[in-house]
């Protein structure tokens, strides 16, 4: 274990720079910025499709058949502009990194992808409607092109301001008033760029940018993201990023979230059009709430396990101690008190039960979907910090919830035997310092 140490202790430096590579912080800091409007959203998708027996039934009795429709506008206006959102976000949050004010670029952002965006529909009669902008693009399948656009105009309008090819105000003028002249040079030659490329796209592929990006790059990479490898992967990476001390989740889960997010909204708009979703034909298996509400149980490593097990065997009093303590947090998948507080970073005996964790428990969700025990998911997100059974019953019903209890007793079972053997290490140096404290 020794020489797995070195070796990680090679690669953690690259990893870090990674991880804080500008590109990277600003899609992981640019994306949060959806998260609040898709966990609003969810909450009125939940009530569309609430998990229990008879509910649209009941529901219709209780306010009409047309009881759907005020609510399927709230879904429509939070997940169908996840794109938007995003490439503001991106655009502000790199800007915003290089130390300069960021709203301007946002502003940018959004308007460089809605003129690099299809920006008519063709109706059922075969008429081409001009002036409108579907919303196909502006949220789960434009969400790659939103990255790339993000990414850069925050480059180029950084780059303008850092060199000084603006308009500069003099010291008196109020800072808003600043701001809106210094984005003016940058913001013409971003706006230049993009409709060259809306002309460019159109002459040579008689298509947007925005629909070439999905369907060169974002559709494939999301059928890779929808496998088993996919999900197994995912999740080993993330628990080998945490055990070398790095957040995994928010490097991982900051590139690959949008897309799985994107899986989600897929799924989504197969129910929206009236069709069932099918395993094997038209339905994604790995979406956002694969990971965030089923392989990371209790946070990265479904730690949850873990804890139990100190619980049931441990004898020495900082396991004991840990485990009573990290119970709590890890209800709500705060295991930063595990992973830092055993520690589970670069501990040899706990990085196979980390890793291999995550990794059955995506065979396990995997599998509940493709054999049909569980449901595909829909866009419904719940707040990361939803206690686990509550957020598989929300999420799936009472298969979501069993399915969540079996994957905790699975992680209970494998993490028991390194526990008992980290347990009998601290055990006996506890046991070595009372010695030596009593014959001092």
Wanted: charged share 10%; with cysteine.
């Amino acid at each position: 274990m020794n020489r797995l140490e070195t070796v990680f202790e090679k690669v953690t430096p690259a990893f870090a720079r990674f991880a804080n590579a500008k590109p990277v912080l600003a899609i992981k800091d640019g994306f949060i910025l959806t998260m609040p409007m898709t966990i609003i959203g969810s909450l009125f998708l939940l009530i569309l499709a609430l998990p229990i027996p008879g509910w649209e039934k009941f529901m219709t009795g209780l306010f009409g058949a047309d009881w759907t429709l005020p609510l399927t506008q709230v879904v429509g206006a939070t997940f169908d502009i996840l794109a938007l959102i995003g490439v503001f976000g991106i655009a502000y949050s790199y800007v915003k990194n290089e130390k300069i004010e960021g709203v301007p670029a946002g502003i940018l952002g959004i308007i460089a992808f809605l003129i690099i965006t299809q920006s008519s529909v063709l109706s059922k009669s075969g008429e081409v409607v001009t002036g409108v902008v579907p919303k196909v693009w502006t949220g789960g399948q434009g969400v790659l092109a939103s990255i790339v656009v993000g990414l850069v105009v925050g480059f180029i309008y950084s780059q303008f301001i850092k060199r000084g090819i603006r308009i500069k105000m003099p010291d008196g003028v109020p800072p808003g008033v600043s701001n809106s002249f210094s984005a003016l040079i940058p913001g013409l030659a971003i706006i230049t760029l993009s409709v060259v490329t809306f002309a460019v796209f159109q002459a040579f592929a008689d298509r947007t940018f925005t629909e070439v990006v999905y369907d060169v790059l974002q559709a494939p990479i999301q059928n890779l993201t929808d496998t088993l490898a996919g999900a197994v992967l995912i999740m080993i990476l993330m628990s080998v990023m945490w055990w070398c001390g790095i957040h995994g989740a928010a490097i991982i889960m900051g590139i690959m979230g949008p897309l799985l997010t994107a899986n989600a909204l897929q799924n989504q708009a197969i129910i929206d059009s009236g069709k069932e979703l099918v395993v094997g034909d038209n339905a994604k298996i790995v979406t956002i709430q694969f990971l965030d509400v089923f392989t990371k149980l209790g946070g990265t490593g479904i730690t949850v396990g873990f804890i139990i097990a100190t619980l049931i065997v441990a004898r020495s009093a900082h396991l004991k101690q840990l485990g009573k303590l990290s119970l709590a947090p890890s209800l709500f998948n705060i295991n930063e008190p595990v992973i830092f507080g055993m520690p589970i970073v670069f501990n040899p005996i706990m990085f196979v039960p980390f890793v291999i964790v995550p990794a059955i428990a995506s065979f396990m969700v995997y599998f509940s979907i493709l054999w049909g025990w569980v449901e595909p998911f829909n866009a419904l997100q719940v707040p990361w910090t939803t206690p686990p059974v509550i957020s598989g019953f929300l999420i799936s019903g009472w298969q979501g919830a069993l399915l969540q209890l079996a994957t905790i007793a699975m992680s209970v079972a494998i993490y028991l035997p390194f526990v008992r053997m980290q347990d009998q290490l601290s055990y006996g140096e506890e046991l070595k310092a009372q010695e030596e404290h009593a014959s001092a």
